[in-house]
């Protein structure tokens, strides 16, 4: 098993991030969004630099640059501004969908169309999180869900099932294009952890906690 010294970084991130959001995504969403979205601008930004820069993925310097500097910037405005970090959470998922499924159907183009069409799914989901008054139950679907898949693509990259460049395609994108083994345990996982969710905080939590954010 060939496992570079960045496969393992993001391996363990999507693992030690994915589970806390995948099970704790609305009991500790203040704590838990912004680590979840410096991971979502990591991977995102990285993207970026690859699909319209040219660069390799996670190969270079300035794909790192991108994604750090994107990631420590969504992380920062989740934690300051309750309204920014339900976009951000709304978003990221249909960010993720978008590129995801343009990647699985095959559809030819280039890096900017993808990051495009990437960015327009992210839009309506954000919008529509916004709109629906954040109820708790997508928070935690999307939380269960997006955590999952994050948690799948760490373990086979970890276990050397997929290489790092294959989150190129987004972290739904890498499941669907790889087989129904981790697209079937990415929808088991999600859906324990939804579970588990619900269980956790029945009805203790009625909407997610705005007091940890400043406006």
């Known amino acids: 098993m060939d496992l570079s010294l960045e496969g393992i970084v993001v391996g363990l991130l999507a693992i030690g991030i994915g589970l806390a959001w995948a099970f704790y995504g609305l009991k500790l969403f203040t704590i838990l969004l912004p680590l979840w979205a410096f991971f979502f601008g ?3 930004g990285a993207q970026w ?3 319209i820069f040219g ?6 310097v300035l794909s790192w640059g991108i994604g750090l500097v994107f990631g420590i910037v969504l992380a920062a405005i989740s934690f300051f501004w309750y309204y920014a970090a339900i976009v951000i959470a709304g978003g990221a998922v249909g960010y993720m969908l978008g590129v995801g499924f343009f990647e699985f ?4 183009g280039d890096g900017i169309i993808i990051v495009a069409i990437g ?3 992210g839009a309506v989901f954000a919008i529509g999180t916004f709109v629906l008054g954040v109820p708790v139950l997508l928070v935690m679907a999307f939380s269960a869900f997006s955590g999952a898949a994050a948690v799948v693509n760490g373990a086979l990259i970890m276990l050397g099932q997929i290489k790092l460049e294959t989150l190129n395609d987004g972290i739904f994108g ?3 294009a790889n087989g129904i083994l981790g697209t079937a345990a990415f929808l088991i996982l999600g859906a324990v952890a939804l579970f588990w969710q619900i269980r956790d905080v029945g009805d203790s939590i009625r909407t997610v906690d705005r007091s940890a954010y400043r406006y």
């Not at 660069?55 to 270079?60: P, R, W």
């Open 55 to 60: 660069e390799g993925f996670f190969a270079t």
């Open 105 to 108: 159907f095959g559809f030819s």
């Open 49 to 51: 630099g690859a699909d």
């Open 119 to 121: 960015l327009v799914v």
């Open 174 to 176: 890498s499941l669907f």
């Open 42 to 44: 990591l991977v995102a």
